[in-house]
């Protein structure tokens, strides 16, 4: 069982940076790659960054690469997504999520066993 918390969210103006936190608990987080989802008001859950459970694999979507950047600290048993360059249409609900699937980029929802409670971020334009 893996429980995760995100942390970090917030009100931002466009142009602007924020760091996300998830904090896991349990033992196994080593084990597990790590993404991050976010949904917008009236949209589905979308893909936006997976890490390999070592860290040294990562995947985004096309339109955050650049911008965003997933890492992970496994003795913290944390993984962060550093948002660059925000754009309002970088508002959203994030999610980070815990996968025990075989690393291979691992863009879809369902392949993830553990989800957060999300945290909201808003870009102002």
């Known amino acids: 069982q893996v429980q995760l918390v995100e942390s970090g969210g917030g009100l931002v103006q466009a142009g602007g940076s924020l760091r996300l936190s998830c904090a896991a608990s349990?033992?196994?987080?080593?084990?597990?790659?790590m993404g991050w989802f976010r949904q917008a008001p009236g949209k589905e859950r979308e893909f936006v960054a997976a890490?390999?459970?070592?860290?040294?694999?990562?995947y985004y979507t096309d339109s955050v690469k650049g911008r965003f950047t997933i890492s992970r600290d496994n003795a913290g048993n944390t993984v962060y997504l550093q948002m660059s360059s925000l754009k309002a249409e970088d508002t959203a609900v994030y999610y980070c999520?815990?996968?025990?699937?075989?690393?291979?980029?691992?863009?879809?929802?369902?392949?993830?066993?553990?989800w957060g409670q999300g945290t909201q971020v808003t870009v102002s334009s």
């Open positions: 890490i390999s459970w070592s860290g040294g694999s990562t």
């Open positions: 349990g033992r196994t987080f080593r084990s597990y790659a």
């Open positions: 999520a815990a996968a025990a699937s075989s690393w291979h980029g691992l863009p879809v929802g369902y392949e993830y066993d553990y």
